[in-house]
Nanobody, 115 residues
Framework: QVQLAESGGGLVQAGGSLRLSCVAS????????MGWYRQGPGKQRELVAL???????NYADSVKGRFTLSRDNAKNTVYLQMNSLKPEDTAVYYC?????????WGQGTQVTVSS
């Protein structure tokens, strides 16, 4: 059974930083692309960053240069380092992995950026 568990969200002032973590179980972690999405108040869920198995990570234009996705295959963990946070980054952040044709999601972690 695939399980994803996010942590690291919280309340931060604009300009601050947070690091989100997502621990995966039930998959051979190194064999899968891992992604981060977010859903802000009244908004649709949107892609933040998508890590390939190897190669270059894709980022949403709105976070390029501020957010960095990294992964530790030994710990089955994917991270999202978020710097220079803005109020518009306020959202629930979700970790995701596609296994076959099914997308698995974590429970989400709330990030709130105050102005």
């Amino acid at each position: 059974q695939v399980q994803l568990a996010e942590s690291g969200g919280g309340l931060v002032q604009a300009g601050g930083s947070l690091r989100l973590s997502c621990v995966a179980s039930g998959i051979t972690f190194r064999a899968y692309r891992m992604g981060w999405y977010r859903q802000g108040p009244g908004k649709q869920r949107e892609l933040v960053a998508l890590s390939p198995i190897i190669g270059v990570t894709n980022y949403a234009d709105s976070v390029k240069g501020r957010f960095t996705l990294s992964r530790d295959n030994a710990k089955n963990t994917v991270y999202l380092q978020m710097n220079s946070l803005k109020p518009e980054d306020t959202a629930v952040y979700y970790c995701t992995v596609r296994v076959g044709t099914f997308d698995h999601w974590g429970q989400g972690t709330q990030v709130t950026v105050s102005s």
